[in-house]
């Protein structure tokens, strides 16, 4: 069964420096989205992205992210300046066609800043 | 602004009974109502969904009600069974591409 994949499963970062978080997903998949889930808190919707551009970003996605499609597989989010209250586990997920329809989620990135 | 809520943070059933998971949402302009089943460390796995234009959509035994005059949908597990035992979340989603998560509800079914 097609999956996304993400990479690294977890990241320990020092605050201040940019972390690199990857997604491969389903390959004949159009949308690609990332998500963050706090410890104990709900899912967080960061950005959407489609056609090589973003479609949708909440207010938590900040100049301090960027997402990037470098090639025709990877999906990449990019945290600039961690700071501590970036700890969290980082999801990708992606959608044939939109949100309309389930989205598939990778295992996550956990993301820790020290 | 929470803009979707799910106001039980757990829910304990015994096996074989009905499960019954709530959601409310302010926002008007939600075009899809999804529920996602989560284990720790895992991310969501998709469950269910309905459009904003249904009432009602059925999954074998999961099925999601939708009342938007009151803005609230509503997960049923019936039969409940032990595998079922996780954290539910609910989403509502925009046609432009944006997502919303309620909080969770953590669901245990005792055999």
């Known amino acids: 069964e097609p999956e996304v994949t993400q990479t690294p499963s977890h990241q320990v970062t020092q605050m201040g420096q940019e972390v690199i978080l990857r997604c491969v997903p389903i390959?004949?998949?159009?949308?690609f989205y990332w998500y963050r889930q706090i410890l104990g808190q709900k899912v967080e919707f960061l950005v959407s992205?489609?056609?090589?551009?973003?479609?949708?970003k909440s207010e938590i996605f900040d100049d301090q992210f960027s997402v990037e499609r470098p090639d025709g597989s990877n999906f990449t989010l990019k945290i600039r300046s961690t700071k501590l209250e970036d700890s969290a586990m980082y999801f990708c997920?992606?959608?044939?066609?939109?949100?309309?329809?389930?989205?598939?989620f990778g295992q996550g990135t956990r993301l820790t800043v020290v | 602004d929470q803009q979707v809520k799910q106001n039980s943070p757990s829910l304990s059933v015994q096996e074989g009974r009905i499960s019954i998971l709530n959601c409310d949402y302010t926002?008007?302009?939600?075009?899809?109502f999804l529920w996602y089943k989560k284990y720790p460390a895992e991310g969501p796995t998709f469950l269910i969904s309905?459009?904003?234009?249904?009432d009602k959509n059925e999954d074998g035994r999961f099925t999601v009600f939708l009342n938007k005059s009151a803005k609230h949908l509503s997960l049923h597990i019936v039969p409940s069974q032990p595998g079922d035992s996780a954290v539910y979340f609910c989403?509502?989603?925009?046609?432009?591409?944006?997502?919303?998560f309620g909080d969770g509800t953590t669901l245990t079914v005792k055999p």
């Open positions: 309905i459009s904003s234009i249904k």
């Open positions: 926002n008007s302009m939600f075009d899809y």
């Open positions: 390959s004949n998949h159009l949308y």
């Open positions: 989403a509502a989603n925009t046609n432009a591409g944006k997502s919303t």
């Open positions: 997920a992606s959608t044939q066609r939109g949100l309309s329809t389930e989205a598939f």
């Open positions: 992205f489609y056609n090589n551009e973003i479609s949708e």
